[in-house]
């Protein structure tokens, strides 16, 4: 593969941080702002990005595509569903139907694999994730069909919560019915769910690639500013090798979410989701480091609720346990590369 930009990714690439930059929040308060955050998802839905993975077999644009406006939504820490939406659009497309405005996909209750119902209503509590901040939730589950699945979909009022101050988490209690999505030319198999979660483990990896740069970005800056004994404690050798590391984590982390963009699209189903266990395994482990330095050259401030760091944790900390955390991944990679289940040969 060829890890450079084409000329229209490059592009894609200037002008997704550029929007982002301008309409995400700078601050923590802005978070509140509705009128800017309306303005933020009008931009991401008048671009066409919620519609990358749309088409009629094959999706309108690559992983690669779909990951760098990850990634430059994780930078600024846009509050804005997109990774929701995005991901239920591909699985409609897989059985032939439009997707439906604003449905995400529901996951069970650990955040890893999507919710099977094989009844006329969920039996347990499921979780919609990523979903529009307001309005009543529709998500999409799978409803095993013979040696596959049909696409069925729930939808009800839900309370919204979760860490992430950027992105909902809805939850769907037990008793909610299930209908079944009209027009499906086709199930889903199980090489079609390798490939979409491929594509999940793509889009969280680039979203945490994306905010630690953002988050080291906020820090750099704060360290220029804030002044010790007279001088900036960016000038403090200690800082500087803090910024550096986490600098280093997130140029490594940059190019191993490279590969499994490229994969969703262009390698087998099962070799594009083991390619990104790998590149989330490093990931989520690098966000906690950059995080934690984040917050640490913060001081005291870097603990508080007006700083914007802990904004950047919380959303780092959404997007690694979504789709399986670094452990996760590790122990299915454990398994299939060496055939050992949960540790025990």
Not at 14 to 28: S, W
Not at 49 to 74: F, K, N, Q, Y
Not at 296 to 302: A, L, T, Y
């Amino acid at each position: 593969m060829d890890t450079r930009d084409t000329p229209e990714q490059a592009e894609l690439r200037r002008t997704a941080r550029r929007l982002a930059r301008e309409l995400g929040p700078r601050r923590v308060a802005d978070l509140a702002d509705r009128a800017r955050s309306e303005r933020l998802a009008g931009a991401v839905r008048g671009a066409g990005w919620l519609e990358l993975r749309h088409g009629d077999g094959d999706p309108l644009a690559s992983g690669v595509e779909a990951a760098i406006i990850a990634d430059a939504l994780g930078e600024a820490v846009a509050d804005v569903p997109f990774a929701g939406p995005m991901l239920a659009a591909d699985l409609a497309r897989r059985v032939g139907v439009q997707p439906r405005d604003g449905a995400v996909v529901a996951f069970a209750p650990d955040l890893i694999e999507p919710a099977v119902v094989s009844g006329a209503a969920t039996d347990t509590p499921i979780l919609a994730v990523d979903h529009a901040a307001r309005g009543p939730v529709a998500a999409y589950v799978l409803a095993p069909e013979g040696d596959g699945y049909h696409l069925a979909v729930v939808e009800t009022d839900a309370a919204r919560d979760g860490a992430d101050l950027t992105r909902t988490i809805c939850s769907l209690p037990a008793g909610v019915p299930v209908v079944r999505v009209p027009g499906q030319s086709r199930r889903l198999t199980r090489d079609d769910l390798d490939a979409w979660t491929a594509l999940g483990l793509a889009l969280t990896s680039a979203d945490i690639v994306g905010l630690m740069r953002g988050v080291l970005d906020v820090s750099v800056g704060y360290a220029q500013e804030r002044k010790q004994y007279g001088v900036a404690i960016g000038s403090f050798q200690a800082v500087q090798h803090l910024l550096a590391e986490a600098r280093c984590l997130i140029e490594a982390a940059f190019s191993a979410a490279l590969y499994p963009a490229w994969a969703v699209d262009a390698l087998a189903p099962d070799e594009a989701r083991a390619a990104g266990r790998v590149a989330k395994a490093y990931c989520a482990r690098a966000a906690r480091t950059v995080c934690e330095t984040a917050i640490q050259v913060h001081g005291g401030i870097g603990n508080t609720w007006d700083c914007i760091v802990h904004v950047y944790l919380r959303r780092a900390l959404l997007s690694s346990r979504w789709f399986g955390d670094d452990g996760e991944q590790l122990r299915q990679l454990e398994q299939i590369r060496l055939g050992v289940a949960h540790g025990l040969s």
